[in-house]
């Protein structure tokens, strides 16, 4: 095992965010690859699975993996890579919380196959054909892998070593996550590399706060102005920061846009969505109950908002297919 | 080291007589919990809470060294406190006690014994799992400001200030009118004695203004309390009265010669009063006040006889409100009551009939400086009314329109007031509409006795169901249900019993103690039996009608228990406050905010320099509304944070 360490990425169900947020790293990533062996890398090199395959057990330093877990093809993989490394980082928010794919688990898989391959506006599919792990054709016989029942989080497959929250993950925290772990002095299992308060301990609008914060209505983002300087959530927006943990460079509200939670919660919380809901419920500024209702109706989508990246690591999350052998973290 | 000192849990398991043992098999809990994680003793006793069983439980936390304890008994609301003495006679914190309450929750709750048996031994593995994460705390001490607020200034308010204030401490009473006095300032004689009202309260009114430690603020209103127990902070509105109290002295020359005449509310709007004026001759303080609803200077510029006339120059037209603000420890609500207004209730012609007025109106009209001179007139016209009908329960006991509580004090006056009536029209009829008569008090019954025997009242037992003008009489309908037979009495005047209702002011004061009050609308007792004169707010105290309608007696003695209360809340220089409450971690705070309005006690405030919530720990009385609120897990609720919740709940779930 001598020479430069050897490292992998991966990419699982994603959007291609993340490989960005790698490229990203500008000048940073020649003076990575300088440091490092990159020895897999699907979207920028040409490596396959056997050569992954080809490696010892642990040769890997470290596996960088992206992209909520879909697939056989995620769980096979991650097996793999898990196998081969002796780290694994959860990259962004997909492989963290589940992400923004985790949002199929509110539908059943053959429901989604009939949405998309069956109802589709614009498809004719009579006899509702839908993806097939196996065809027979003259030319021979095609696999696909299969779709697992529910879209998971890495660490709910495999063990995870470290996470890299963010979706995608900013540059600046790619690159020290990046340092940290080649520096050898490596923080504590299990650690998220961010920092661990929450995004209105730097939100640049912070200032703009009340004394208190109640909610009289609750207002669209796609509906109202909000002024550059004002707080989200004291103008009746919903805003994710109170709920999720800062470092993300607050891209978000640069753009005068609220935080949608892509950080996760804090160490010290367990199920954002919920939290968020207890913190908000908490502030409707009505002591009746109908009201309250009419406020509550006006969101429209609440666990689409509450759980927009975590909604496969809540509290509330159950697996059908949890006794699937294959699937079963620590089964590779 | 004969043991280890990480874990040295004991549970002690109460049989509650039979009330737990008839239920829950004990053997089966013991057996169940045995090598239990972190258990180091289990064990029984038929009554923890007896001597013996504390003794017993003294003697194991020594013996067996425990830190921590599980008392599987009754609700901790009875008993958290006796085990949390008894630990800290055995030496060990008190808070490191955790009450697993198998009886109100389980024992009483069930009959099938294998059942309770079973959730007894959920509910006492959850108690060990929160038992083994409880830290040690220690209660707040919280300094105490020793001066009173009174709020309301009739004989509630009066008796309470007097009493704290003859035991050495200072008093600041605010009453809203002019004069203190109150209701009681208005009744002619009292039942069951028939003593003069204001006889017996004047030298007690003049006793608050001329006491050394009683700070009399009338024409005054309470804006603000913020603060807790011990270290209220209040701010007082002083109203505009255009009168220097300072330098008036009283001579009433400028009533004499004020030229503008308005309806007496002293008087029931009976008589007219000057625009200048003093609610009643014995006032106190003796100040007369500028009505600047009326008056013709404050409205048009012109007159202005009053300030022309007052020699020391005390008048002061340009007068503005102020705004005092004083710290007090302790605060006695003694807002009283109103009846409620005969305009409300047209089906008893309340509003159109001149001749129906209510009780405190006759009460005027009885009064010997009322505006008939203590003399029987009607209202309309100033003849002798020959026969009168007295009608009791006026919007009171009748829950489908009004309320459904008793007035309290009707049945008595109603008595008095037929019996008066009679003593002074001797050829007069006074006929009482009742439903019951309820004469419990020392010399009532007798009183009511007197009143239907020796005064010839004719008691009509039934409620009145049609009440019209016809001839220049006023006819009473309803049905006499002990004749059972329809009856109509022909009369030249009618008095209403109407309802006691709470001040409308208890609505705003409670808002600003956040006390609660009942569906009424009177304040709420800490226990209606046990902590009848504490409010559910920690040194807020009740005094009189504020709280519930009452007689005089009645409204004297709670009112002398409030004051009593106060003086053992200033007995000491320092209280203790409970620690369970929250805390923050700063290491974790954001500074989000969302805790801060949360909070229903004030307590949490946001340091903009730190970014961090933070807690006053003496307002704070633990409710746990900001934990749950905490959107960054920043809220800890002392021995009761999440990590304890979950391990509960894994306990039970296990």
Redesign the interface.
Known sequence: MAGKPKVAFYWCAGCGGCEEAIVDLAEDLLQVANEVDIVFWPVAMDFKKEDVETFKDGEIAVSFINGAIRTEEHNEMSFLLRKKSRLVVAFGSCAHLGGIPGLANLSDREELFLRLYGRQEGIENPDNVVPKTRVERREGIITLPGVNEEVRALNQIIDVDYYIPGCAPPPNLVKDAIKTILSGELPPEGSILAP??????ECPR??S?P????LKEIKRISLVDVPQDRCF?AEGVFCM???TR?GCGERCLGANMPCRGCFG??????DQGS??L??VS??LETDDEEEAARLSSTVLDPAGLFYMFSLPSSLGAVFKDRKNPNILKGSF | MKYSHANRLGIFICHCGVNISSTVDIETVKKALTGYPGVSLITDHTYTCSNPGQDMIRNKIREEELDSVVIAACSPSLHENTFRKTLEEAGINPYKLEIANIREQCSWVHSDRKVATEKAISIIKAAVSKALLNEPLTPISVPVTRKALVVGGGIAGIQASLNIANSGYKVILVEKEPSIGGKMAQLSETFPTLDCSQCILTHRMVEVERHPNINLMVSSEVTRISGFVGNFEVTIRKKKTYVNAEKCNGCGICIEKCPRKTDSEFDRALSKRKVIYRPFPQAVPNIPVIDGEHCLYLLKGRCGVCRDVCGPGAIEFEQEERFVKEKVGAIVIATGYETFPIENIPEYGGGTIPDVIDGLAFERILSASGPTGGEIRRPSDGKVPKEVAFIQCVCSRDPEKYFSYCSKVCCMYTSKHAMLYKHRVKDGQPYVFYIDIRAGGKGYEEFYQRASEEDEVLYIRGKVSRLYREDGKIVVEGTDTLLQENVAVRVDMVVLATAIRPSQDVSRIAQLLKASVDENGFFTEAHPKLRPVESMTAGVFLAGCAQAPRDIPDTVSGASAAALMVCNLFASEELKHEPTIAGV?E????????C???CPYEARE?D?EK?VATVNEVLCEGCG?CT???????AVQRNFT?KQISSMIKAILA
Not at chain 2, 587 to 594: F, N, P, T
């Open positions: 661990d308060k929450t995004l209105c301990d912070r200032e706060k004394e208190k914060i109640f959530l920061g109170p709920v800062k919660p804090s160490s010290y919380v367990t939290k968020f207890s913190a908490s502030i | 971690d290491d974790v705070c954001s500074g989000c905010g969302i801060i309005g949360v946001l903009r970014r509304a749950a609120a905490c959107p960054s897990g920043a999440d």
